[in-house]
């Protein structure tokens, strides 16, 4: 009887226990809510195109966000994001150029395969030759920089128009944008999170040994993760492309990139211990810093200084924050 | 008995670990329905042999069979699809996971589980709760609990009553039971030698990486494993607490410490005690009584909300474990990981609290300290074998590191927490023997023991924790284990009754 009894309370988490652990997505997002309140504020008529042109122009980054959030919770690192996007922009640019939107569709797809497989590929060297992955992916970066520039020497190449409205909008039309950051997020993260395959990131990244003991193959499941993140870093160079109509094979856009999907992760409440944080989070802590500049703008204050005031607000949230979780484990 | 009631047999399986050999040939029996012990010193190979059964570690030579077959495990995974499941000291539940989550990454039923856990932890648990923030006792029930669910044949359960709590031992042993009554059966390794006669139907005797015995406990005495595993000195010590224990003394030095109404939070409610030089003062309790919240505060790491701290004389208000190491207090902390630079030499880590003052300028010196470090293994036996990292120490010689390290730094009041949990019968006495030799030197130790047994033999005199307050203080040579469970429970009053009757 009393076995009946107890199987049948709710194992579902209770709504206060939701919040606590979304308590940093939470807090994040009420943090973007004032920024782009004040920022709508400071702009008269603010409206729909300002909305597109913000999702328009953090789409790229919010993928690669989400990106290094995979990989970091899966307890690794991954400083080829920005390089993997440089490459899936060049080649995307290259061949999608005087192209019409269904051949720019089937370059896209393959551009994904690309990066997917070089995701792979970076995962399976990080487990089988034990080098950290900080090493690995920092070399993986000056390769994948390297086939950039093979793939297009100078900035240039493009984009069919038809390509662009599809992935960013235009004008006042904001949804567009929204709804392929969306995408990966509910048809392949959402069931992903859910699977043992997903759990096994989380669990590998919280700890390795207990995983291992849990039967999590390791191998699979870095694969998994990294290959989840090359697939986004794709969609990052793509929505390059088609946000800058080109592709450009610097090395300073690739360094830039995954320096500010660091910090975004790191604001989004992923722990760079792993385990700990989701792909949201990020997404939301990427519409902050890009808003941050804006707003100083605003204000009339030189925008470099947009630039330290990121800086600062990166480091006192992760302060914050810290406190407040360290304060709440000492009362548990 | 034939081969084909052996459920486990494992034929001269080997290990080493570069120069170290960890098991030489080990040949051992398990029958089916069958509860089985393993014992033996820190260092004789009991968990390189758990962690081979379980398919963490691959053996260098050697077979398993289970169930009259050859098996070869590549992952724990593998193992446990073949019928052997473990349960180790550290809970294999991830701590960012939920309880739920952590199921289904074993894929294990939740109905399963939650029938086996209604026997081992009737409190229950929420399925939603993050796993890292449950208490570590009630972890391992989980633990247990998800591994019977999966219907094993062998259960391996390492170390699973160290630091537990004695109603969760019970229950645990309830559990055991009732998987022989299913014909599981069960390998069991621990140091608690009364368990092992308890619960077990034979025991093997590991020593330096054999199998040097097999006995059916109930023609074996206790003195009798002992003398097995170690020698006869440690085996009489076990027997006969008086005659290895210090003579009762008056104990007439100067207060080392003293402590006057430490008040934290709800954790210490009001304790009170003096510890002079020369002595060596017991600490029980029961799990969470504020013992953890004492150590913490006398050590620095941790602020008083009222009280007083008195040592060597002077009013002492630490904000820091440096300030409380300068006066005289070192810490010997539960989990010696706390402790080690698992990744740093022996002397390193025998160093580290010699470096707090180094000679004048910022030097180290050398000569002196390698003197110093050299006279440390000595006096504590250190097994230097591996000492390129402490982290491949055995968790004894672990220990020894821990200690020994003040022996080099200097103090004047050891704090000890547990020191001798999860280590071998030879190595405990080998502590007591060096705290008995310190306090004849006139330094003193606080030490917190969950095991009752080792009081007499270390102790002079005991203070017992209850709702955070001292609610017994006893010479050491009086606090018979009846006496000490009674008051740690806050039997206090009807002690004190029976005391005057």
Redesign the interface.
């Known amino acids: 009887m009393s076995v009946l009894a107890t199987a049948a309370r709710p194992i579902g988490p209770t709504a206060s226990r939701l919040a606590r652990r979304h308590a940093w997505t939470v807090a994040v997002t009420a943090f973007f809510a004032v920024l782009l309140v004040w920022n709508a504020s400071q702009t008269r008529n603010f409206g729909a195109f300002e909305i597109q042109t913000m999702l328009a122009s953090t789409l790229a980054l919010a993928y690669l966000a989400m990106a290094q959030s995979v990989v970091v919770i899966g307890g690794g690192i991954d400083l080829s994001v920005g390089a993997l996007l440089v490459l899936a922009n060049c080649l995307s640019a290259r061949f999608m150029e005087h192209a019409g939107l269904g051949t720019a569709l089937l370059v896209a797809v393959a551009c994904l395969a690309v990066t997917s497989a070089l995701g792979a590929f970076t995962g399976l060297i990080v487990t089988v030759s034990r080098i950290p992955a900080i090493i690995v992916t920092l070399a993986t970066s000056f390769a994948w920089g390297g086939m950039a520039l093979l793939v297009l020497h100078t900035p240039g190449g493009g984009a069919p128009a038809g390509f662009q409205a599809l992935v960013l909008g235009s004008g006042n039309a904001w949804w567009p944008a929204l709804l392929c950051l969306l995408a990966p997020l509910l048809l392949i993260w959402a069931p992903l999170r859910r699977s043992r395959a997903g759990i096994g990131v989380y669990a590998l990244g919280s700890s390795d040994n207990a995983a291992y003991l849990s039967g999590v193959n390791p191998l699979r499941t870095r694969i998994v993760a990294y290959t989840f993140g090359g697939l986004l870093c794709g969609l990052a160079g793509l929505a390059t492309t088609a946000f800058t109509g080109g592709g450009s094979p610097q090395s300073t856009i690739a360094m830039n990139a995954t320096l500010n999907s660091v910090a975004a992760i790191v604001l989004g409440g992923v722990a760079l211990s792993g385990g700990v944080g989701g792909l949201v989070g990020p997404v939301i802590a990427v519409w902050c810093l890009y808003l941050i500049p804006n707003i100083m703008l605003g204000l009339g204050v030189d925008p470099s200084y947009g630039e330290v005031v990121k800086g600062v607000v990166v480091v006192l949230v992760v302060l914050v924050g810290g406190l407040l979780r360290a304060r709440r484990n000492r009362s548990a | 008995m034939t081969t084909s009631d052996q459920l486990l047999r494992v034929r001269g399986v080997a290990k080493r670990f570069g120069p170290v050999v960890a098991l030489r040939s080990v040949d051992l029996a398990v029958a089916a329905g069958e509860i089985h012990a393993l014992v033996g010193a820190n260092g004789a190979g009991k968990s390189t042999l758990v962690k081979i059964l ?1 398919g ?1 570690l691959r053996p260098d030579a050697g077979t398993i069979e289970v169930a009259g077959r050859p098996v070869r495990f590549r ?3 593998h193992a ?1 699809t073949s019928g052997l499941a ?1 349960v ?1 000291q ?9 309880v ?3 199921l ?4 294990t039923d ?2 399963a589980f ?2 086996r856990l ?1 026997e081992l932890a009737p409190g ?1 648990v ?5 796993a ?2 449950l208490p570590l006792p009630l972890l391992r029930m989980l633990d247990l609990a998800r591994v019977l669910a999966h219907d094993p044949a062998l259960l391996l359960l390492d170390e699973i009553t160290a630091a537990l709590p004695t109603d969760y031992a019970d229950r645990v042993f309830a559990a055991i039971r009732n998987a022989r009554a299913e014909g599981r059966s069960v390998l069991f390794i621990s140091h608690r030698l009364l368990e092992v006669q308890e619960v077990c139907d034979r025991v093997t005797v590991l020593r330096d990486g054999r199998n040097v015995d097999t006995l059916r406990t109930a023609d074996s005495s206790e003195r009798h494993i002992v003398a097995a595993m170690l020698g006869e000195r440690a085996a009489q010590a076990a027997v006969d607490p008086r005659r290895v224990a210090p003579p009762p003394r008056a104990w007439a030095g100067e207060p080392a410490l003293e402590v006057h109404g430490l008040v934290d939070g709800h954790k210490l409610r009001d304790v009170s005690f003096t510890l002079t030089s020369g002595e060596v003062l017991g600490i029980t309790s029961l799990e969470g009584q504020g013992q953890d919240e004492l150590f913490a505060i006398l050590a620095g790491d941790r602020r008083a909300t009222g009280g007083e701290i008195i040592a060597g004389g002077r009013r002492l208000a630490a904000r820091h474990p440096h300030q409380a190491i300068r006066n005289g207090l070192a810490l010997v902390p539960s989990d010696r990981w706390e402790a080690l630079l698992p990744q740093r030499p022996v002397r390193e880590n025998l160093a580290i609290a010699h470096y707090n003052s180094p000679g004048r300028w910022g030097w180290i010196n050398a000569e002196r300290e390698r003197r110093q470090v050299a006279d440390a293994i000595q006096r504590l036996e250190i097994d230097t074998r591996a000492q390129a990292q402490a982290k491949r120490l055995s968790g004894g010689n672990q220990q020894k590191l821990t200690i020994g390290r003040w022996l080099v730094g200097g103090f004047t009041t050891l704090l000890c927490f547990d020191p001798t949990r999860g280590i071998d019968v030879g190595t405990k006495h080998q502590i007591y023997d060096l705290f008995r030799e310190l306090a004849g030197a006139g330094k003193s130790v606080l030490m917190f023991t969950s095991e009752l047994r080792e009081i007499p033999l270390a102790c002079d005199r005991v203070l017992v924790l209850y709702d955070g307050r001292v609610v017994a203080e006893l010479p050491a040579a009086e606090a018979g284990e009846a006496a000490l469970l009674s008051a740690a429970h806050g039997l206090a009053d009807t002690l004190a009754e029976a005391e005057r009757q």
């Open positions: 379980s963490v992952s724990p995974a446990r473990p180790f550290d809970p294999a539940f991830v701590p960012d996971l939920t739920a989550e952590n289904r990454l074993t894929g939740p109905a939650r029938r209604d229950g929420e399925f939603g709760e993050v890292g923030v």
